[in-house]
């Protein structure tokens, strides 16, 4: 793997450890949630931590690859790959504590194996699809969306500004909503590619 892979493959594993996080002061395992009372608080920051490490290597990989000249169809299929198992997650995450609806997400999950589907057959014909701008703007609507329902989270956990969770949360669904809006509209793009190359 060339270092821009390695950037990926962080998102791998910061994936889980999010999800674990983020439901930790919830499942209470070992009655953790009594031997460090301010878990639930201190989840918070580290939440955020994984979050922006994620997003970043996600900006950072392909400046990498091109700086490098390390740029190759496996980075360009890992790439995406690692993008949609880390953007799944946190959405899991937002869906099952009630701040995204489960419908949207099942149009963004079906969205994102359709394209690692159309993906594979590109590949089959010698051709590894990279991202296209519609799929780069889906991207910064996904991390959006995230980062909204994180603060409305952060707001509901620490009790900080309480007043405003409910606006933040309104800001999170909006900004799901036109998510999966786009993610519509950039699968339809993907497949006009794949159409054109057949």
């Not at 963004?108 to 780069?136: D, H, P, Q, W």
Request: positive net charge.
């Amino acid at each position: 793997m060339k270092a821009a892979d390695k950037l990926s493959a962080l998102r791998i594993i910061l994936a889980p450890v999010f999800f674990i996080i983020y439901f930790i002061p919830q499942w209470n395992p070992a009655g953790i949630a009594e031997r460090f009372p301010g878990m639930s608080v201190w989840s918070v920051p580290v939440l955020w931590l994984i979050f922006a490490a994620s997003a970043f290597s996600d900006m950072f990989d392909g400046m990498v690859a091109r700086r490098r000249n390390e740029v190759s169809d496996f980075g360009k299929l890992f790439d995406p790959f690692t993008d949609t198992l880390a953007q799944l997650t946190y959405f899991l995450c937002f869906v099952l504590d009630g701040f995204f609806p489960a419908l949207l997400y099942i149009v963004i999950l079906y969205r994102e194996f359709g394209i690692l589907f159309l993906r594979n057959l590109m590949l089959k014909k010698g051709t590894a699809m990279g991202a296209r701008v519609s799929g780069k703007i889906k991207t910064v609507a996904y991390i959006s969306a995230c980062a909204l329902a994180l603060l409305a989270l952060g707001i509901r956990r620490t009790k900080f500004a309480g007043g405003f969770e409910a606006l933040a949360s309104t800001a999170a669904l909006a900004v799901f909503v036109v998510s999966a809006a786009l993610a519509v509209f950039s699968f339809v793009d993907y497949l006009s590619v794949y159409r054109r190359e057949k």
